[in-house]
């Protein structure tokens, strides 16, 4: 089975977020949440350097095999991950999205440019045990959401 064919299969399994907020966040008329977001995109750089660290962390524990719309490249050199993750999420690298195989966990990891969090496809008891604690040393939180629509 190639990549793309193990990612779509992922994508279809439960998942969990690695995010700036602990939970979800309710709805509600005024529309508060998005003008606090507003205000946290201007920091992206900060959100940024964490995902990347998290990312970076975990490369230390496992084999990765990122996959852009241009590249597959398994297990890249530490810079080149670290390079693809803030082009993702700053806009300044080629791709808007990155997908991360983890093969040892049967798990994948997705970024998007138009997201403030990560998320984490079908992780193993000891993956989800890991990244949770890497978020917590990040500032971030490991959360599974209610719905997994």
């Known amino acids: 089975m190639d990549c793309e064919e193990r990612i779509e299969e992922l994508l279809g399994k439960e998942y969990y977020l690695i995010d700036i907020f602990p939970e979800r966040v309710p709805e ?24 990347t660290n998290i990312i970076l962390k975990l490369y230390c524990y496992c084999d990765m095999t990122a996959v852009t719309d241009e590249d597959t490249l398994t297990d890249p050199p530490a810079e080149k991950l670290a390079e693809l993750t803030e082009g993702c999420l700053t806009g300044g690298g080629d791709t808007g999205h990155i997908c991360i195989l983890l093969p040892e966990h049967d798990s994948l990891l997705t970024l998007s440019r138009d997201d403030m969090y990560a998320t984490l496809y079908a992780p193993d008891e000891r993956l989800k045990n890991l990244v949770s604690e890497l978020c917590r040393s990040e500032g971030l939180f490991f959360v599974r959401p209610e719905t997994q629509d």
């Open 28 to 51: 509600r008329a005024d529309g508060r949440y998005f003008d606090v977001e507003r205000i946290l995109r201007r920091d992206m750089q900060g959100f940024c350097r964490r995902i």
